[in-house]
């Protein structure tokens, strides 16, 4: 969709509000922005219409097309970007209105991840997410294009025969990719009882894109997963195994990031991915503590989780980049259990971080104190699979173990 070879395409970027909250309007603008520059075109323009409801006929009103046909000479713009999803019948007269290309925030959230997808699952996911979306606007066309014809003669012929054949084509690649996913999501659910059977925590780290989810990763485990001020620099999930000290072992698995109106036909596709945070028993919720709208990014995090039916896990909300944050107010997460400021990119605050995993874990716990018999070695063996040992010693009765066991 969008060209980043050549020079950058120019958008200008509309939305329609009730004018109840003009500051949510012009974050969301804001975050349009942000997502057209990691696309690789730009924002120019960002203009607003003040309505009940879009017109169902051009989303804008017929006076603010004729402003926008202005705006869009005056800036040379190479395309108009709408913040909501279009019908294909708005899509359609807004091109024919104004003669540039009109694409809404899903055509360009869908193409960022088209872009960043590399492995072959994220391939697989990202194409059917777009044949999904591809599919529901020949459904759109073909209502329009049926009801004006109406029925019996000239209903049927070559335009129709066209379309079914497209979306059959369409139905037959979606279904082999579900069974490519299928394959692919047995081999993750082979991997979660693996770590299951030997009872290492799991910590999945979501938060809203580029909140520094990556970054932390890397901080904590050493490892290099690709760290990019840019949204949804990450959209495979990764996996690494990380030394608490004092001899905890966890895993820490990065997602995909969250974002608000993130379109349905992705979390449908990025469904077996996004639900890594599901099986982890632990979850690390990072914020950017930088971005003036957290607390908005906060509860768009929270709906994801609950839609995902991810609910009732211990929370360690994470407050990342504390060292360029300007907040007049003390940070607070109503839904954490625990919380921490930090910056995963200069390393401030990580010693305390770790100290709140393993308060977590031990909150988790039990702690028991007992002599295990040496009839019963079946039972130290399974301790040392399953718990955390801090003492043990050999007596004449038998082994003395100190130990947390969840």
């Known amino acids: 969709m969008i060209n980043t070879s050549e020079k950058k395409e120019k958008y200008i970027e509309i939305a329609v509000t009730d004018g109840y909250d003009m500051d949510a309007v012009k974050?969301?603008?804001?975050?349009?922005?942000?997502?057209?520059?990691?696309a690789g075109a730009e924002s120019v323009h960002q203009l607003t219409q003040t309505m009940e409801s879009p017109s169902p006929a051009t989303y804008i009103g017929k006076g603010k097309i004729d402003e926008l046909r202005e705006f869009i000479d005056a800036f040379d713009a190479d395309g108009v970007i709408s913040d909501d999803e279009l019908t294909p019948a708005q899509m359609g007269n807004l091109e024919q209105a104004l003669n540039v290309k009109v694409i809404d925030r899903t055509m360009l959230i869908l193409d960022i991840f088209a872009q960043h997808a590399t492995?072959?699952?994220?391939?697989?996911?990202?194409?059917?997410?777009q044949l999904q979306y591809k599919s529901s606007r020949l459904s759109g066309s073909a209502g329009v294009a049926m009801s004006r014809l109406g029925g019996g003669i000239g209903t049927r012929g070559p335009g129709e025969s066209k379309l079914e054949t497209?979306?059959?084509?369409?139905?037959?690649?979606?279904?082999?990719?579900?069974?490519?996913?299928?394959?692919?999501?047995?081999?993750?659910?082979?991997?979660r009882k693996s770590r299951e059977k030997n009872q290492i925590p799991v910590f999945a780290i979501v938060g809203y894109t580029n909140a520094g989810k990556s970054t932390l990763l890397n901080a904590l485990t050493g490892s290099s997963v690709l760290e990019e001020d840019a949204l949804f620099a990450t959209l495979d999930p990764t996996t690494r195994r990380m030394d608490l000290g004092d001899g905890w072992q966890i895993l820490l698995t990065d997602t995909v990031g969250f974002i608000s109106k993130l379109p349905h036909n992705l979390i449908d596709a990025?469904?077996?991915?996004?639900?890594?945070?599901?099986?982890a028993d632990y979850i690390i919720h990072m914020v950017d503590s930088s971005d003036p709208s957290l607390e908005r990014n906060m509860d768009v995090v929270y709906k994801t989780l609950n839609d995902l039916q991810i609910t009732g896990k211990p929370i360690l909300t994470v407050f990342n980049k504390d060292d360029i944050a300007e907040n007049a107010h003390p940070l607070f997460d109503r839904h954490a259990d625990l919380s921490v400021h930090i910056s995963a990119k200069?390393?401030?605050?990580?010693?305390?971080?770790?100290?709140?995993m393993k308060k977590l874990l031990l909150s988790d716990m039990t702690q028991i104190k007992e002599?295990?018999?040496?009839?019963?070695?079946?039972r130290l063996e399974k301790l040392h699979e399953t718990g955390h040992i801090i003492k043990e010693e050999y007596r004449p009765d038998g082994v003395y173990v100190e130990a947390f066991i969840r």
């Open 371 to 378: 002599v295990i018999p040496y009839t019963e070695g079946s």
């Open 270 to 279: 990025f469904h077996s991915t996004l639900e890594e945070a599901k099986y």
């Open 27 to 38: 974050s969301s603008l804001d975050e349009l922005a942000r997502l057209l520059d990691t």
């Open 346 to 356: 200069t390393g401030q605050g990580i010693d305390q971080l770790k100290k709140a």
């Open 119 to 129: 492995t072959r699952e994220g391939k697989i996911q990202v194409e059917m997410a």
């Open 166 to 191: 497209d979306r059959r084509r369409i139905r037959d690649r979606i279904s082999s990719l579900r069974k490519q996913l299928k394959e692919m999501e047995k081999n993750r659910e082979n991997t």
